[in-house]
């Protein structure tokens, strides 16, 4: 055996001193600086709410919010930091949720003392804590937060709060980020593939935000949190959920989680050998329908279901609620049925998706997609540029894919369930035979122009609406030339709503058109126009629908200050209520009609209670 040379032995045990230090750096907390006076930190406190009373709008250039409050976090970079503070002031404004929350906030309920500063908590719900440190011989405000455990100790309040901020968004792609939250130092989890596939697996997949729905902490023991989350395992058992603890540490100025304490089974690692799958779309695919769930988040009169909406309706006769998705890289698409309350998933049926040849413009994504469910609730079209998909949702069988010719622009089911009408961008109107997946009668117009929305008056009987507000029958099966029924609207038309209750037919226009904004007229073409919404209401963008007992109406509305819809009471001179932040891309009423569910125009799906918009 060759003797080692000792400059050799010395490079190399150089190395290895070198390479120890370097990993005890990274994963041991640094020597933290001592904390502040308690007095001096009650005193800032006392001032910086001082000052935000005697304050309207707060700037970012103000003298005494750059003197109390010193972000550790804030760049550097004079731009960078001016527009900081910019958002800091923001947050700090009346209304905002960071100053109501100091508005609202009683006494000082107490101190925590962490590892180089004071927590001051507030008294209030939601609780106000104030982190103070030193910053060379003075002391600032580091931040201002809210917290749902503000006198906990801080491994637990980081436990807490990550939990609570979670369920409060429903997604986790923010939080416990390897490098930030999650402290990781260790071979193989420095391998760029590791991270890669650790972000594809909690964000993408979706992983995260599943594992950590409903989850608890349970207990703490000095920086050790028992946490109850879901078992990847055991989705759909009785008892979803295992428990687990986590090493939580402070490093640079933050909390995070200590991946090598994990315990070797923790749900959260990812083994070195599960690197490869998570790096495949298919399998990023799967995971994103298996765990996905609805956000199910209460905000005043609404609940928000879930984001990236394209189709939803209420199943009657099952008592649940069907949503519909496809994303925009066109690698998952699914029908997912829950309970309309709880937000429980009760089943996932996989989608075809979208050709990704087919050129697509983000911007016009969402409009692109049409859909119907069949009044059984067992048959669900869905169309999107020249493809239409029908889906049993009992079997989940796939019973037709058909190309359309030109793009789909409606869909309507036969109230009998025969027939589901198809009308397209060229203004051409055809039957699908349901039973047979077979086309049946076909009407094309002598000019294109988009087939805007279609309803069935029976099941003999269909009315269509063209993009310049003509209205007309035409007849089923052979769909012969169409009887006119006049013209709903000078301007674009944007929907239309059959009262189920009295057969009127409800017409919503954009513009400032004349003679009215909701167009009305018997089914059978006779009678003139009747206004049956404000012409302060109108507006460029929204929908209307009728609920099933015909006395209420919800129409678009632009009126300044207010929201995007308007909610009528047949017959009333004014709208009972405004809301939705957006205008609206559809709506369904629950059947009982003592609901509504919507799509605004960015996707996210949303329960509105009528008890709520009336109150």
């Known amino acids: 055996m060759k003797a080692m040379r000792p400059r050799t032995w010395l490079r190399r045990a150089l190395r290895a001193w070198l390479t120890l230090a370097l990993t005890l750096i990274t994963v041991a907390p640094a020597q933290a600086a001592r904390p502040p006076d308690e007095d001096r930190a009650l005193q800032l406190v006392a001032q910086l709410r001082i000052a935000l009373a005697a304050q309207g709008e707060v700037r970012g250039d103000e003298v005494w919010l750059r003197t109390l409050l010193v972000p550790a976090a804030m760049p550097p970079q004079p731009a960078a930091r001016a527009e900081g503070y910019r958002r800091l002031a923001a947050r700090l404004s009346p209304g905002a949720a960071l100053r109501t929350a100091l508005d609202q906030g009683g006494a000082v309920a107490g101190v925590v003392r962490g590892p180089d500063y004071l927590r001051v908590v507030l008294d209030g719900d939601p609780t106000a804590t104030l982190v103070v440190r030193r ?14 455990c503000g006198l906990c100790e801080e491994p637990e309040r980081f436990v807490v709060d990550l939990l609570a901020d979670v369920k409060r968004q429903g997604v986790a792609s923010h939080r416990l980020v390897a490098g930030i939250e999650l402290w990781v130092a260790d071979a193989p989890e420095d391998d760029p593939d590791w991270r890669a596939a650790l972000h594809r697996r909690d964000t993408e997949a979706g992983y995260l935000a599943f594992l950590l729905d409903g989850a608890q902490v349970l207990g703490v023991s000095g920086d050790r949190v028992r946490v109850s989350v879901r078992d990847p395992d055991r989705i759909g058992a009785e008892e979803p959920f295992r428990t687990e603890t986590w090493p939580v540490i402070y490093l640079d100025g933050r909390w995070g989680v200590h991946y090598a304490e994990l315990p070797e089974d ?32 209460e905000q005043g009169a609404a609940t928000l279901i879930a984001d990236d909406v394209l189709f939803l309706a209420p199943r009657p006769v099952q008592g649940d609620l069907l949503l519909y998705t496809q994303d925009l890289r ?27 040849q087919v050129a697509v413009f983000p911007a016009q994504w969402r409009d692109m997609f049409v859909g119907a469910l069949s009044p059984s609730g067992q048959l669900l079209a869905i169309a999107v540029h020249d493809r239409l998909w029908l889906v049993d949702l009992p079997s989940g069988r796939l019973l037709t894919s058909l190309r359309t010719g030109p793009a789909v622009t409606s869909l309507a089911f036969a109230p009998d369930g025969r027939w589901l009408a198809v009308g397209d961008e060229r203004g051409s109107v055809q039957l699908l035979d349901v039973a047979e997946a077979a086309w049946g009668g076909r ?53 239309m709503a059959l009262a189920p209750s009295s057969g009127v037919l409800m017409v919503g226009c954009a513009g400032s058109c004349e003679p009215a904004f909701l167009w009305r007229a018997d089914l059978l073409g006779a009678g003139e126009p009747e206004v049956l919404a404000d012409a302060d209401y109108r507006a460029d963008a929204g929908v209307i629908a009728a609920d099933p007992a015909d006395a209420w109406l919800i129409t678009p509305c632009s009126r300044e200050g207010e929201g995007r819809a308007a909610l009528w009471a047949r017959g009333a001179d004014d709208a009972t209520a405004t809301f939705s932040d957006e205008p609206l ?24 209670r009528l008890a709520a918009l009336t109150r």
Request: glycine fraction near 4%; hydrophobic fraction near 45%; proline fraction near 7%.
């Open 585 to 608: 891309r559809l709506i369904a009423w629950d059947p009982d009609g003592d609901a509504v569910w919507v799509i605004d125009q960015s996707g996210r799906a949303w329960r509105y």
């Open 135 to 148: 910053e060379g011989s003075t002391t600032v405000i580091d931040r201002v937060e809210i917290s749902a």
């Open 266 to 297: 923790s749900a959260l690692r990812l083994a070195p050998d599960d690197i490869d799958r998570w790096l495949r779309d298919a399998v990023i695919s799967q995971a994103a329908v298996r765990y996905w769930r609805p956000r199910m988040i």
């Open 330 to 356: 066109r690698s998952r698409a699914f029908v997912a049925l829950l309970d309309p309350d709880s937000g429980e998933v009760t089943r996932r049926i996989r989608m075809p998706v979208l050709s990704r």
């Open 443 to 495: 009407y094309w117009p002598k000019a294109a122009r988009t087939a805007h929305a279609l309803t069935w008056e029976n099941p003999e009987q269909l009315l269509v609406l063209w993009e310049d507000g003509e209205l007309a029958r035409l007849r089923a099966p052979d769909l012969a030339e169409p009887e006119p029924l006049g013209v709903a609207c000078c301007g674009a038309v944007r929907s």
